[in-house]
């Protein structure tokens, strides 16, 4: 199966750069997906990262480093518009489930 | 093109009763997943079907079932409801392809009340 781990909050202000790690034990999967979710709305996919290394979009980057079981998601000139809660996820190469951590709560601060 | 949506979007049912959500896929979707979301659980895995049969499942008692139709449309189904089952259930669509990425669109989800 697969488990992983993420801060419960971080709190940043306006313009800053933070960075949620998510940390996992698993047994083989095929990427690390990111996914934003606002209060009270559904998540929605941010980003992919399939082979260890970094991936660029726009203001957010994701990371992958298989060796170390590590991801993050870099959240740079953060907006008002960021506080959110973020959530990595697997899919395991066996069941093929998603699994996804427990999310990470984002304040940003003006 | 229409996003997932879910139906309905609140409920309070009681102890004992039985209840029906319903989730209809993004149009050209034929995976649907269920997921329960609770205050620091992040998202559990119920189950996913894939063309009218389930092709996951996830760690929830039997009193959680579902299932999909042949328009893809998925009804997820608790019975004998308890307290500890009030939660937001979200539905997510995908191609569901064997794909490492079938991104999951999710709907808005259904805020479900056990008193």
């Known amino acids: 199966g697969q488990s992983l781990e993420q801060p419960s909050e971080v709190t940043a202000v306006e313009g800053a750069i933070v960075q949620i790690n998510c940390t996992y034990q698993t047994s083989g999967f095929y990427g690390l997906s990111w996914y934003q979710q606002h209060d009270g709305g559904a998540p929605t996919f941010l980003s992919y990262?399939?082979?260890?290394g970094l991936e660029e979009t726009g203001r957010f980057s994701s990371f992958l480093s298989r060796s170390d079981s590590y991801g993050y998601l870099l959240l740079q000139e953060l907006q008002m518009k960021d506080s959110a809660s973020y959530f990595c996820?697997?899919?395991?190469?066996?069941?093929?489930?998603?699994?996804f951590g427990a999310g990470t709560t984002v304040t940003v601060r003006a | 093109k229409a996003g997932v949506t879910q139906t309905p979007r609140y409920l309070i049912k009681t102890r004992g009763q039985q209840v029906t959500l319903s989730c209809s896929p993004i149009s050209g979707h034929r995976s649907v997943s269920w997921y329960q979301q609770t205050p620091g659980q992040g998202l559990q895995f119920l189950f996913e079907?894939?063309?009218?049969?389930?092709?996951n499942k996830g760690n929830f008692p039997g009193r959680f079932s579902g299932r999909q139709f042949s328009n893809s449309r998925s009804e997820m189904n608790v019975s004998t409801l308890e307290l500890g089952d009030s939660a937001l259930y979200l539905c997510?669509?995908?191609?569901?392809?064997?794909?490492?990425?079938?991104?999951?669109?999710f709907g808005p989800g259904t805020r479900l009340t056990v008193l």
């Open positions: 996820a697997v899919r395991g190469f066996n069941d093929y489930k998603l699994s």
């Open positions: 990262n399939g082979l260890d």
């Open positions: 997510a669509s995908s191609l569901g392809g064997i794909d490492s990425t079938d991104t999951q669109y």
């Open positions: 079907y894939f063309s009218e049969t389930q092709r």
